[in-house]
């Protein structure tokens, strides 16, 4: 995965779905965070981000998903872990299968990441105002009538 530490900092390079379904969109956690995420993942070195996220969806959730327009590229800095992080999220519109079982809304989906749970929740759109979600800009750019390509700095 590309992530490196430099000059005090945690640089890496995310790959995230926007996977929007009957307004609701797709949001992701490590089990016992407390905040929400676009699911995704680190690229690897040598690998587009296309096919990082769909590799990541497939070992998450064991689920294929279909990426469409790159929708957000994302400078976010953040501190994690007592550690200063500088992150580049390439940001794409998804599908999943039209019969896929992830598209039950009424229920969290299970995921692992290298042994760790996560949470996966589909959330109203309209209602994202109320979830700590991070980056704090998708709330409002989610809620739009229509997502166009935005480049986005994120501080804190």
């Known amino acids: 995965m590309i992530s490196v530490d430099i000059a005090n900092h945690r640089f890496q ?85 039209p019969v896929s079982t992830l598209l039950d809304k009424s229920r969290t989906h299970a995921g692992v990441e290298d042994g760790k749970r996560l949470e996966f929740r589909w959330f109203l759109i309209k209602q994202l105002h109320d979830v700590d979600l991070r980056p704090s800009f998708l709330g409002t750019s989610l809620s739009k009538p229509t997502l166009d390509f935005q480049h986005m700095v994120q501080r804190g």
Not at 35 to 61: H, Q, Y
Request: charged fraction near 30%; proline fraction near 4%.
């Open 13 to 97: 390079l995310r790959a995230a779905a926007v996977v929007v379904h009957d307004g609701f969109v797709l949001l992701h956690r490590l089990e016992g965070y407390k905040f929400w995420a676009l699911p995704g993942g680190r690229v690897e070195p040598g690998e587009d981000a296309r096919s990082a996220l769909e590799r990541e969806m497939l070992e998450e959730l064991n689920e294929d998903v279909e990426c469409a327009e790159l929708l957000y590229v994302v400078e976010n800095f953040f501190e994690h872990a007592a550690k200063p992080n500088h992150e580049i999220g390439l940001y794409f519109r998804a599908q999943l299968s």
